[in-house]
């Protein structure tokens, strides 16, 4: 394995063992997880391998097969870049009491970077993942994927929900995993796309359109003024959806309307899934695209297209995928229509001059794992 002889190169010495953790691709369900609602993700293919031994002097060594210069650090605020999404895991544990020393750690990742599949959210998960075991931590997965998330939010500083690493760390191999936000519940839903003679593409636009997070940010704050005005903890409390717009005006209207309606979809779809009928899925997908695009505004035009064309092209559905603003959307096909799908895509994306974006089918994969 590459990262084994990367390790041995790297430290002279193998492994205690080596992880894997996925990225996901979000089926139905979006910025509904931060307002306590539901969401469909499942894990990719696709993720971060983790080589790593203890230390016990507390030193940090990193190597990643995909980024320049290793790093070594003696304290965790010297960390930059990809390197603080690892060390942000180290902090979590840390600060909440846990005795956690240092590791040596080769990363490889293969998680097509900046398509917003998650390859942060698989590279805390696969460091939480090892870390939990080679310091006999006796974390359940969820309680990785929140650690993992907190990393996010208190140590890189992005404010995301917890649906990317519980994807990560929950998925298995042929089911989606539903998940309620609230209760941290979760079920693994099987999705057989091959069974319905039904593929789902992934759309990469290969744009990230550099506003994303601070608009994520305050995405979020909208919510929370919203539940705020209509005195609800959450969006997800909302029942009254008109009575609920009839007292709020601008973008917290907007954002509310999305996140209810959202919400609901995400149950239809669960109950299309149960009935066997995955095919009606796809007039939910582009519902919940256009309520992205018009209600929470976090689309673009590249999404935008890769949806429309795709359509046009014989899907049955689709919708962007994430947090928006760039990324991947995906779209639901019949095997006959993937070819005329592609070129749909393809031409509408020529026509405007972009690049081709990348397009490849994606089935669910297992959760984070030891390897070896
Ligand atoms: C990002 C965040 C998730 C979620 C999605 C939108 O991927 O990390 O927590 O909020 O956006 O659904």
């Not at 046009?312 to 096909?333: C, D, K, P, Y």
């Amino acid at each position: 394995m590459r990262v084994v002889e990367a390790f041995r190169d790297s430290y002279g010495t193998e492994p205690a063992g080596v992880w894997h953790a996925p990225g996901r691709v979000n089926l139905i369900g979006e910025h509904t997880d931060y307002n306590d609602g539901f969401v469909l993700p499942f894990a990719l293919p696709w993720g971060v391998t983790a080589a790593v031994s203890p230390r016990e002097d507390g030193v940090i060594r990193l190597r990643s097969l995909q980024a320049g210069e290793p790093v070594t650090l003696a304290t965790l605020d010297e960390a930059e870049g990809w390197a603080r999404y690892v060390v942000g895991v180290f902090w979590v544990f840390r600060q909440g009491g846990q005795q956690v020393g240092g590791a040596d750690v080769v990363i490889d990742g293969d998680v097509p970077r900046g398509a917003g599949l998650s390859s942060s959210a698989a590279l805390e998960v696969a460091v939480g993942t090892a870390l939990n075991e080679l310091y006999g931590l006796g974390l359940t997965k969820m309680e990785i994927a929140l650690a993992a998330q907190k990393a996010e939010n208190d140590f890189v500083g992005m404010p995301c929900g917890i649906m990317d690493q519980a994807a990560s760390a929950l998925g298995e191999e042929g089911k989606a995993l539903f998940m309620d936000c609230r209760s941290l519940g979760t079920r693994n839903i099987p999705f057989d796309l091959a069974s319905h003679g039904l593929q789902l593409l992934i759309i990469n636009t290969g744009v990230h359109h550099e506003l994303a997070d601070g608009q994520y940010a305050r995405r979020r704050k909208d919510c929370e003024n919203a539940a705020k005005h209509l005195g609800v903890d959450a969006l997800r409390d909302v029942t009254d959806l008109a009575g609920a717009l009839a007292q709020l005006s601008g973008d917290e209207r907007r954002r509310t309307q999305h996140v209810v309606t959202e919400n609901h979809r995400v149950e239809a779809v669960i109950g299309m899934l149960r009935a066997g009928a995955v095919r009606e899925i796809g007039s939910l997908l582009n519902a919940s695209h256009l309520s992205l695009r018009d209600q929470f505004e976090v689309s673009c035009a590249e999404l935008d297209v890769a949806v429309e064309s795709a359509v046009r092209g014989g899907a049955r559905g689709a919708r962007m995928t994430g947090g928006g603003f760039g990324g991947s959307a995906i779209a639901l096909v019949a095997d006959d229509r993937v070819e005329s799908v592609r070129e749909s895509v393809t031409e509408a994306y020529a026509e405007r001059g972009w690049a081709a974006p990348e397009i490849y089918p994606a089935t669910p994969a297992a959760g984070a794992r030891r390897l070896l």
